[in-house]
């Protein structure tokens, strides 16, 4: 870790580039991102309204308002940040679902046909989704107090992880550093929380473990590493099937979810 308790394998990533248009060029990968998923004007009727009627049963699930809100900024960043690529309105993106629950788009047949993936994530303030043409594992998880937190170590990460966290000089940080990687790689994966996380050790510099993919895929190369992203109290990980440059960030505001990206 450094001085400053930022993981030293977090990759870093440029603050803010501009909205770039249309077209990811090949191998590298978009990062959209929002801060402000707690704003009660996610909940106005016309908003929920904007959501596929699938998703608008989902969200009305939800108990807790944030959890809500939450929910309904990473649907309306999804389908915001996926109709920009396809370039068609967001009532035409379909998606189709893996195994163990990782979306895909399944129309318009143009992007599918371009090979166009994401991946979503969110916690507490912030959604967030990468883009691009290969698939892909993000994560993003505030970095806050856990539960029993010797136990949860012994029953998620392996020895090596539970070692890098014991001598990290913010052993919270490095957990959720960890936390992300072993999510991170499990949603590339496809496989969510049907893999025992204990054997899926992810400690930076250690060799992934090998999975046999859902859909029978090739094995890729795959690889995972730490974002630093200018979200103090974030830790985050993208996993990718092959090197790929850092990503291309763009932030985006709550009025960008609710009124479209410009
Ligand atoms: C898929 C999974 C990994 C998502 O975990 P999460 O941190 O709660 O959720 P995230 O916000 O990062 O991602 C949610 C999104 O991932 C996508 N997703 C769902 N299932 C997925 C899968 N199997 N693979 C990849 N992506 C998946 C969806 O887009 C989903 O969004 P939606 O709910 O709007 O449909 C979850 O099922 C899981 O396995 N959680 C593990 C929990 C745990 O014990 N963690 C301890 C870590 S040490």
Request: proline share 11%; with cysteine.
């Amino acid at each position: 870790m450094t001085r400053e308790g930022i993981p030293v394998h977090a990759l870093p990533v440029a603050e803010d580039r501009a909205v770039r248009p249309g077209k990811i060029p090949p191998g590298e990968v978009d990062l959209w991102y929002c801060a402000e998923s707690h704003q009660p004007a996610l909940e106005e009727p016309y908003v929920l309204n904007d959501l596929c009627v699938h998703a608008q049963q989902q969200a009305r699930r939800f108990v807790c308002p944030e959890d809500r809100r939450r929910f309904i900024a990473g649907r309306l960043l999804l389908q915001n940040v996926l109709a920009r690529y396809c370039e068609c309105e967001p009532s035409r993106l379909e998606y189709s679902t893996g195994s163990f629950g990782k979306p895909a788009l399944s129309s318009p047949p143009s992007a599918v046909a371009a090979g166009l993936q994401f991946n979503l994530s969110r916690s507490s303030e912030v959604v967030a989704v990468a883009v691009g043409h290969m698939p892909l594992g993000l994560d993003i998880e505030k970095q806050r107090p856990v539960a029993h937190e010797q136990a949860f170590l012994a029953r998620q990460f392996s020895s090596q992880e539970q070692e890098y966290v014991r001598h990290s000089l913010r052993p919270r940080a490095a957990l959720f550093e960890i936390w992300c990687r072993k999510e991170a790689y499990l949603k590339a994966l496809g496989l969510g929380i049907f893999h025992p996380l204990r054997k899926c050790p992810v400690s930076p510099g250690c060799t992934l473990p090998v999975f046999e993919s859902p859909r029978g895929q090739p094995h890729l190369d795959w690889q995972l590493r730490s974002l630093n992203l200018p979200l103090p109290g974030y830790a985050a990980a993208l996993c990718t099937p092959a090197p790929t440059p850092c990503p291309h960030l763009i932030p985006l505001s709550c009025d960008d979810l609710l009124n479209g990206i410009r």
